[in-house]
């Protein structure tokens, strides 16, 4: 069974463009979580969605951010304009229900220059 | 408002030893803990989880927790590690509606 697929696993541009993150939940799953790492503030949730609606977003941390799920196998978060203060690692992770465990993908290590 | 402290931020270790990693919770509701590992450049796993029963937990490569409601606490210890250990461990708490709250980790170190 293919996991959580996250694309790109890298990804480095200069401050100012538009950035996309990809996600792949595993296939039955029907929550999907975006998460953001950093070495000063750990592991942060930033928004999470159930059966493809967005159920909570108070963890995004501006206007700047948004997260979308058009349907059950791919969801999005978009960062524009990006800032170098938004380099981190994302993650994404999807699970089945509430007492399951969550599945993470790889992550996607983006700096901003 | 739910939240986690691992009280530990780095626990160094030589290989063979036990070892506790631990882990505080604060609650109003009934709670679902969860511990993760996460090894360099990659996503976190799932070690344990308790969400009801025996208060004693066994997860994957050895580990084992304790939930102790009266402390708010579950732990996590091993009796014997190995250098395949190093890594971050993550405790994290959660309600019925599937958000976790994850502690700040703590990385284990094991040398030789």
């Known amino acids: 069974d293919a996991g959580v697929i996250q694309s790109p696993r890298h990804e480095v541009t200069e401050m100012g463009q538009e950035v996309t993150l990809r996600c792949k939940p595993i296939s039955g799953h029907n929550s999907l979580f975006w998460y953001r790492q950093t070495m000063m503030r750990g592991l942060e949730l930033l928004i999470y969605f159930n059966n493809n609606v967005p159920i909570d977003d108070s963890g995004m941390p501006e206007d700047r951010f948004s997260a979308k799920m058009p349907n059950a196998s791919f969801s999005t978060l978009k960062i524009q304009p990006s800032e170098p203060r938004d380099s981190a690692v994302y993650f994404c992770?999807?699970?089945?229900?509430?007492?399951?465990?969550?599945?993470f993908g790889d992550g996607t290590r983006l700096s901003i220059l | 408002a739910q939240s986690v402290t691992q009280l530990d931020s780095q626990v160094p270790v030589f290989e063979e030893a036990p070892v506790e990693l631990r882990c505080n919770y604060s609650?109003?509701?009934?709670?679902?803990l969860f511990w993760y590992v996460q090894y360099p450049n990659q996503g976190l796993q799932l070690l344990l989880k308790y969400l009801s029963g025996s208060t004693l937990v066994k997860g994957i490569n050895g580990f084992e927790a304790e939930f102790n409601k009266s402390q708010t606490s579950f732990h996590l210890r091993k009796p014997s590690v190995h250098i395949s250990d190093t890594a971050e461990y993550f405790c994290a708490v959660s309600d019925q509606g599937g958000k976790l709250i994850f502690g700040q980790g703590t990385e284990l170190s094991v040398k030789p």
């Open positions: 992770a999807s699970t089945r229900g509430w007492d399951q465990p969550q599945h």
């Open positions: 609650s109003s509701v009934s709670v679902y």
